[in-house]
Structure formats: structure tokens, C-alpha cells
T-cell receptor, first 114, second 113 residues
Framework: EDKVVQSPLSLVVHEGDTVTLNCSYE??????LLWYKQEKKAPTFLFML????IEKKSGRLSSILDKKELFSILNITATQTGDSAVYLC??????????????FGKGTKLSVKP | NAGVTQTPKFQVLKTGQSMTLQCAQD?????MSWYRQDPGMGLRLIHY???????DQGEVPNGYNVSRSTTEDFPLRLLSAAPSQTSVYFC????????????FGPGTRLLVL
């Protein structure tokens, strides 16, 4: 059965800390792995990863994929209270169509204290 | 450019009632999908569409119908609401073949009594 597992499920840190969020997966016909940030409403796109070992960066956030060990990490450096959110990991798998479907993990709830 | 819009924002139904959740996008995206999000469960795919006139089932399709008569609109119909369908529903759209372009609507919170 295809699955995506995120850890930890919740995390509390103080401003300025660095955090690492984990996402492991077991899917057949892997296409890509995506990270989203979800505050009070809709998820917003952060990164899409398709190749192992290539880090993607956006400001204080970065992410990398290991297709051999089937996991990805999302790093946030110098955390701010505005980083408080649920971070979702999703894996795109090929079901035979031109665009794959997504399986989501349960998310990691990050709380950043001032 | 409004992106992805959903109506209503919140709805209360009685068991057995039917209703339609509306979703529209103005980005000319081919791919549209519906997800439900339950506490501690992440998002689960209900139905999706790769273009007007084409729909298919996702992970949890039972109790829901969809149609795609235009590129812009992708309504989700609950045929006979059940308490198990209490959830937050998100509609999303993206360009064909590219989840990096996926945008989510603001969500519809549904409570079935």
C-alpha cells in the first residue's frame, strides 16, 4: 500500500532555532515529492523535488530528496513566528495518466514561540 | 485573476440531504481535483479531472459525484450526506503535468448532523 509518513507530527521551537522536518514514502511509480505550508486555510506550494541530492532553496527554507532511501527533509533556519503552520509532504505517483496523483502525509504542526 | 474560488465557505447539512460544492478557477488550468481533509488524516483525493468532459476517481470517491462541463468549473456533489462526510473540502487546479503550479481554493467546511 502506498504511504507517506511525516515526522514529527508536532514540534515546538523558539524563534531563531533551526528545524528539520522529515518525510518518508513508499509508493510505486514515484514521480515527484512536494512540500506545502498550510496556515489557517489552503495549502500553499513550497517545493517540488524530482531528483536525488539536489537541494532546493527559498530564503530560509530548503529541501532535499533521497530517492534511494525514500525520504525528504525540509529545513527551516532562523525560525520566525510566521513559520508556525502545518507542513505537508505529498508524493506524486504515476497511475497511468499524463499527470500523477498525490498522496499526502498527515503533516507536521510547527509552532514557533517568540 | 481570482485564482481558485469555492462556495460556500461553510455549510451544515442533515443526514440524507444532498448538496453541491462549487469550485471555479480562472487560470485556464486543465487539471482540477477535490480533496477532503480530516483531523490527523492529511488530504485525501476524492475525484479529479484532466480536462472538460473527463473525470476519474481518487482515493475516497464513495458518496461523491463530479462533472466537468467547462474548463473553469468542477462541482462536487454529495448525493446523500452522512456524518462521515463531515470534513473540510479543498478544490485545487494546476497546469497539465505540473503540480508546481497547483493552487488550492480556500476550502469549504461541511458539517453533517
Amino acid at each position: 500500500e502506498d504511504k507517506v509518513v511525516q515526522s514529527p507530527l508536532s514540534l515546538v521551537v523558539h524563534e531563531g532555532d533551526t528545524v528539520t522536518l522529515n518525510c518518508s514514502y513508499e509508493v510505486t511509480n514515484f514521480r515527484s515529492l512536494l512540500w506545502y505550508k498550510q496556515e489557517k486555510k489552503a495549502p500553499t506550494f513550497l517545493f517540488m523535488l524530482t531528483s536525488s541530492g539536489i537541494e532546493k532553496k527559498s530564503g530560509r527554507l530548503s529541501s532535499i530528496l533521497d530517492k534511494k532511501e525514500l525520504f525528504s527533509i525540509l529545513n527551516i533556519t532562523a525560525t520566525q513566528t510566521g513559520d508556525s503552520a502545518v507542513y505537508l509532504c505529498a508524493v506524486e505517483f504515476d497511475y497511468g495518466g499524463s499527470q500523477g496523483n498525490l498522496i499526502f502525509g498527515k503533516g507536521t504542526k510547527l509552532s514557533v514561540k517568540p | 485573476n481570482a485564482g481558485v474560488t469555492q462556495t460556500p465557505k461553510f455549510q451544515v447539512l442533515k443526514t440524507g440531504q444532498s448538496m453541491t460544492l462549487q469550485c471555479a478557477q480562472d487560470m485556464n488550468h486543465e487539471y482540477m481535483s477535490w480533496y477532503r481533509q480530516d483531523p490527523g488524516m492529511g488530504l485525501r483525493l476524492i475525484h479529479y479531472s484532466v480536462g472538460a468532459g473527463i473525470t476519474d476517481q481518487g482515493e475516497v470517491p464513495n458518496g461523491y459525484n463530479v462533472s466537468r462541463s467547462t474548463t473553469e468549473d468542477f462541482p462536487l456533489r454529495l448525493l446523500s450526506a452522512a456524518p462521515s462526510q463531515t470534513s473540510v473540502y479543498f478544490c485545487a487546479s494546476s497546469r497539465f503535468g505540473g503540480y508546481e503550479t497547483q493552487y488550492f481554493g480556500p476550502g469549504t467546511r461541511l458539517l453533517v448532523l
